[in-house]
């Protein structure tokens, strides 16, 4: 697959995982209304939210013009890292370790999407294209976004009463 066909299908994908978080936000408004958890569901928002962006980017700039995208994926990368570090803070006193490991998982990948972003030959050097490394990255994060969701979908939200169809 042409690396700019994937890009523009992940992002439109990435942009549709979004609206459908939306639409489990509305029927779980209580997620919102505590600050904790409003934190913790915005993360998930930019498990697809970033990766979206990213795709752009890179579509923009492609491989054509490499710096656009470089510089954005290290700059949305950061942004990443920023709120997973705070989210990661509110859930240090958790008692499931279930989430702080994805998010864990997130922080290490926006990570590692900055590292090829700044130092692409990183990707050279295993033999694939800086923006085919950061493709792979953004797979990754959104696979552990899913994840994320999922945690919100099989426990009870604030207030105790249980989401639709959890036994649990």
């Not at 702080?100 to 990570?111: C, E, G, H, Q």
Request: aromatic share 10%.
């Amino acid at each position: 697959m042409d690396i700019s066909t994937f890009y523009a299908l992940f992002s439109a994908t990435c942009f549709t995982l979004l609206g459908l978080w939306w639409n489990v936000l509305q029927l779980n408004t209580a997620w919102v209304g505590v600050e904790d958890e409003r934190r913790a569901v915005g993360g998930v928002y930019l498990t697809f939210l970033l990766p979206a962006l990213m795709g752009l980017f890179a579509q923009v700039g492609g491989t054509e013009t490499p710096a656009i995208w470089r510089v954005s994926f290290v700059g949305v990368a950061i942004v990443g890292c920023l709120s997973t570090l705070r989210i990661l803070r509110v859930l240090r006193a958790a008692s499931d370790p279930q989430p702080r490991a994805k998010y864990f998982a997130t922080l290490a990948i926006y990570l590692s999407v900055a590292i090829i972003g700044a130092y692409p030959e990183i990707a050279k050097g295993i033999g694939i294209l800086p923006i085919q490394a950061e493709a792979i990255l953004l797979i990754l994060l959104v696979l552990v976004g899913h994840g994320l969701v999922w945690d919100f979908m099989v426990r009870r939200p604030p207030g105790g009463t249980h989401v639709r169809g959890s036994d649990g």
